[in-house]
């Protein structure tokens, strides 16, 4: 056989094996299904995993609230990240949840459920094989109703954005905007038929908000206030986006010299010290004493938990994160998307992403940076924001309600319960 015929071959028996997995899953679901409409009440488990990533006190307030529903929340950090960062996490997210009256599962109790099978809709918070420590992960879980809303707004038309096992075996992925269901259906095996458009889950905080926290550091005198988040992409050998390497230093310095004029907010994306602890010219102590730098100057702070408040009391933002150059349109603020190669970063992004990234302000290096600071920031002259409601647009949640509620409504739905 020509060796032709033989890769041909292989990658037909891995397409096949592949559709024969997805089939077998899809069967077991019928089967879930069916058991939930019998018993007229099913058992939804929400994943609480790291606080910047959690969006779902609606969504749990409204299976909560529905007697038809068994409702948990389980708290289960994420399974490759350091120890240390897995305790915080689990600190933070309890302590969310505490404060809004949201209860969760002991771990021994969590643990039973799942080996028992006994969890009949489970969302997880991201799609990836290995998330969670047994019994939690997915891949042990196939049976269950399986849904997924993507922890970030992707502006990447990557694979593994959309075209994961989980992506095709899962129940439900609600996403975004028409957009993101279109990438969907050009990315994935199944072609995204399991993708539901619900809108942007954050979009009635984020949109002229009525309830504003202050969270930002009281000064002696009025500053402005500008947000500094460093994406963790370098690590993976993205560096289309690898500001972090290059700017560490300089944004500490930055931060002194306008310290009588603005305040920093340094929000990492919460993989980034898991990430500098594995790093060869990083480690424990050399992290440590940068985020300690962050908290203890006195005109910046670390913010490594939610970003609602953080946004909506900000000035500006610098950054190079995906998800942030569409959440960060909201506020009708200024940002700055930082890359040596922004031709490149935009190879990589969808429709969404381009509309998005080309609201912003860019700089490839520190006096670009400066510029935005001096010109823009502390002028106030903001030019780029004008038809920033076409992105916001895109985000609207369809039928005039909350995006949880979107969710809400299509499960029981589905369920016919």
């Given at each position: 056989m020509s060796?032709?015929?033989?890769r041909?071959?292989?990658?037909?028996w891995?397409?096949k094996?592949?559709?024969?997995v997805?089939y077998y899953?899809?069967?077991l679901?019928?089967?879930?299904?069916?058991?939930i409409?019998r018993?007229?009440?099913?058992?939804?488990?929400?994943?609480?995993?790291?606080?910047?990533m959690?969006?779902l006190?609606?969504?749990?307030?409204?299976?909560a609230?529905?007697?038809?529903?068994?409702?948990?929340?389980?708290?289960?950090?994420f399974?490759?990240?350091t120890?240390?960062?897995?305790s915080s996490?689990?600190?933070?997210?309890?302590?969310?949840l505490?404060n809004q009256?949201?209860?969760?599962?002991?771990?021994?109790?969590?643990?039973?459920?799942?080996?028992k099978g006994?969890?009949?809709?489970?969302?997880y918070?991201?799609?990836?094989?290995?998330l969670?420590?047994e019994?939690?992960?997915?891949?042990d879980?196939?049976g269950a109703?399986?849904?997924?809303?993507?922890y970030?707004?992707f502006?990447?038309?990557?694979?593994w954005?959309?075209n994961?096992n989980?992506?095709?075996?899962?129940w439900?992925?609600y996403y975004?905007t028409?957009?993101?269901k279109?990438?969907?259906?050009?990315?994935?095996?199944?072609?995204?038929?399991n993708?539901?458009?619900?809108?942007?889950i954050?979009y009635?905080?984020?949109?002229k908000?009525?309830n504003i926290?202050?969270?930002?550091?009281p000064?002696d005198?009025?500053?402005r206030?500008?947000?500094?988040?460093?994406?963790?992409?370098?690590?993976?050998?993205?560096?289309?986006?690898?500001s972090f390497?290059?700017?560490?230093?300089?944004?500490?310095?930055v931060a002194?010299?306008?310290?009588?004029?603005?305040?920093?907010a340094?929000?990492p994306?919460?993989?980034?010290?898991?990430?500098?602890?594995?790093?060869p010219?990083?480690g424990?102590?050399?992290t440590?004493?940068?985020?300690?730098?962050?908290?203890?100057?006195?005109?910046?702070q670390?913010?490594?938990?939610e970003?609602?408040?953080?946004?909506?009391?900000?000035?500006?933002?610098i950054?190079?994160?995906?998800?942030?150059?569409?959440?960060?349109?909201?506020t009708?603020k200024?940002?700055l998307?930082?890359?040596?190669?922004?031709?490149?970063?935009?190879?990589?992004?969808n429709?969404?992403?381009?509309?998005?990234i080309?609201?912003h302000?860019?700089?490839k290096d520190?006096?670009?940076?400066?510029?935005?600071?001096?010109?823009v920031?502390?002028?106030?002259?903001?030019?780029?924001?004008?038809?920033?409601?076409?992105?916001?647009?895109?985000l609207t949640?369809?039928n005039?309600?909350?995006?949880?509620q979107n969710?809400?409504?299509?499960?029981?739905r589905?369920?016919?319960?």
């Amino acid at each position: 056989m020509s060796k032709f015929k033989t890769r041909a071959l292989e990658q037909w028996w891995r397409i096949k094996e592949f559709s024969d997995v997805v089939y077998y899953v899809k069967f077991l679901q019928k089967i879930r299904l069916r058991a939930i409409r019998r018993r007229g009440k099913a058992t939804v488990v929400l994943f609480a995993s790291n606080l910047s990533m959690w969006k779902l006190d609606e969504l749990y307030a409204l299976f909560a609230n529905d007697k038809r529903f068994d409702t948990h929340v389980v708290v289960a950090p994420f399974r490759t990240f350091t120890e240390e960062q897995k305790s915080s996490d689990v600190a933070a997210m309890k302590a969310h949840l505490d404060n809004q009256g949201i209860p969760y599962l002991d771990d021994d109790t969590a643990k039973a459920l799942f080996r028992k099978g006994k969890a009949d809709i489970i969302f997880y918070p991201q799609p990836y094989y290995g998330l969670f420590e047994e019994p939690f992960d997915y891949h042990d879980h196939k049976g269950a109703l399986m849904c997924y809303i993507p922890y970030a707004i992707f502006t990447a038309n990557n694979w593994w954005a959309y075209n994961l096992n989980f992506h095709n075996v899962a129940w439900k992925l609600y996403y975004p905007t028409t957009m993101h269901k279109d990438d969907a259906f050009r990315q994935a095996t199944n072609k995204g038929r399991n993708v539901v458009t619900v809108g942007d889950i954050d979009y009635f905080q984020l949109y002229k908000p009525t309830n504003i926290t202050d969270v930002w550091r009281p000064q002696d005198v009025k500053k402005r206030r500008i947000i500094w988040a460093p994406h963790h992409s370098f690590a993976d050998g993205d560096m289309h986006r690898d500001s972090f390497t290059y700017l560490a230093n300089f944004m500490l310095t930055v931060a002194e010299r306008y310290a009588d004029r603005i305040q920093f907010a340094f929000k990492p994306h919460p993989r980034l010290k898991t990430v500098l602890y594995a790093h060869p010219n990083w480690g424990p102590e050399r992290t440590e004493e940068y985020y300690n730098k962050w908290a203890t100057m006195p005109n910046c702070q670390v913010e490594l938990g939610e970003y609602i408040n953080l946004f909506n009391s900000s000035d500006a933002l610098i950054h190079d994160c995906g998800s942030f150059t569409a959440l960060y349109q909201y506020t009708n603020k200024p940002a700055l998307f930082v890359s040596k190669d922004l031709d490149g970063v935009k190879r990589d992004l969808n429709d969404f992403g381009i509309l998005c990234i080309d609201k912003h302000y860019h700089a490839k290096d520190e006096a670009e940076i400066i510029a935005f600071i001096e010109d823009v920031v502390l002028r106030d002259d903001n030019t780029a924001s004008d038809d920033v409601n076409d992105v916001v647009k895109a985000l609207t949640p369809p039928n005039g309600i909350s995006a949880a509620q979107n969710i809400y409504n299509d499960i029981v739905r589905s369920l016919g319960i």
